[in-house]
């Protein structure tokens, strides 16, 4: 039985998470949820209207003890438009709790349960229509502790990762509203961890030490598809399967279910930024899902060692093609080949690119405000922000001053320049030569 005066449990914002449990008796631990409706940025730039426990998605994680009995206190902001409710899978008993916390706006409801098996579990809210109010982000972890505790790890962190279905295609900027549509379809716009691109990267970013262990409570709200969850430079020492019991070692990528959760452990021997994603990579890279844990300390080159730089092996073309183009409809001709060769498989055929990955080179404000800058573009490659038409890309063209000569670079962007609706104009294989020196 529950021994002692009741604990009030200590929420933290994710990716934060409670501190371990040393007790060694069960107790009554009294819980306090809001659920809230509040407009938050999804991407730069791009708002949507999350509804959450405590103003968060995911809400924060509950850390209780097996054997203790929770006192769960759900309130629902007076100014929600929603009823509310939360079903957790940690309860036994009737919808998880959901039959007996439903909640108007400005109400609160409390229901009691014992936490009955260790693991780690996800709790959503089940208020119809169930598939929308997890959508908009209504999802969190509840950890119940096995009684002798848990093995003790470096760093803890919180991840929980989402589907999201807005009405504007990917980064389409402003306030978004959320698409049935494509929540039928199951064809989500973003599937982000903790409820934001970015919310896991640069400056965001998950932190750790050479030699140190990291522990990721991992869950997946969905409501839709489920997460092949890989960390990109790590290997899962112990992975609790499903959140269970079961423990495997030396996992590369943990599948978890829609409502489904995992603990994962891993070793950081080398410094760097490993990357975690949805294996399902285009969900990483083209819809959000990526997250980061940059490691701090020494290198390590018995572990891992960076060879030299990349060089470009095979020039041997190169001077037949630079006497190919003598005349200016030589040089359009090549323009059009290098075009067709190389820029095309990214650019696209019609120079339109793709929405979310490749910018336009078609009508170009970005292109036609200074084409002299092109040519670094070309020779150097370019990653990082920029703005084209309008629409923001984050992505990497390589560099491509190795593999082209200066005359293959100059006839290209003559050719750029002159087709797809762009102003016109000449690149000179001199000015390419200048910028390349
Ligand atoms: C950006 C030209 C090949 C991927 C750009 C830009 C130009 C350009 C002018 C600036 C933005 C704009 O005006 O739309 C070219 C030319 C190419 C070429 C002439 C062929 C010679 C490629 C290839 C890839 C690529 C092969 C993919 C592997 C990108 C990306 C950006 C970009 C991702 C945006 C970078 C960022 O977000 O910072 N390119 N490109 N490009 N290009 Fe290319
Ligand atoms: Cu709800």
Known sequence: APQGAPIEEKLVDPPGVPAPIHRNHPARVIVRLETR??????????????????????????RV???????????????SHMTHNIDLHAVMGPGGGAVSTA????????????????????YHCATPPVPMHIANGMYGLIVVEPPQGLPKADHE??????????????????LQSFDMQKLLAEQPTYVLFNGREGSLTGDNALKSGVGDTVRLFVGNGGPNLASSFHVIGGIFDDANVEGGTLVNHNVQTTLIPAGGATMVELSTPVPGA??????????????????????????????????????FVSKAALPAQQSMAASAGDKAADGKRVFTQICSACHQGNAMGLPGAFPPLAMSDYLNSDPQRAIGIVLHGLSGKITVNSTGYESVMPALGPQLSDDEIANVLTYVLNNFNNKGGTISASEVKAVRA
């Not at 962190?157 to 402003?174: I, K, N």
């Open 37 to 62: 409706e509040v407009v938050k940025e999804i991407a730069d730039g791009v708002r949507y209207d999350f509804w959450t426990f405590n103003g968060s998605t995911p809400g924060p994680l509950i």
């Open 274 to 311: 490993l990357l975690l994603v949805d294996h399902s990579v285009t969900r990483a890279f083209m819809k959000g899902a990526m997250g980061q844990i940059d490691i701090s300390g020494p290198a390590q080159p018995a572990i891992y060692e960076k060879g030299p730089n990349t060089t």
């Open 65 to 79: 003890r097996e054997g203790d009995t929770v006192e769960l206190h759900l309130r629902n902001d007076p100014n």
């Open 103 to 122: 909640t108007a706006p400005g109400h609160e409801s409390v229901f009691t349960f014992k936490a009955m098996r260790s693991g780690v579990f996800v």
């Open 157 to 174: 962190y919180y991840v929980m990762q989402g589907d999201f279905y807005t009405t504007g295609t990917y980064h389409e900027p402003g």
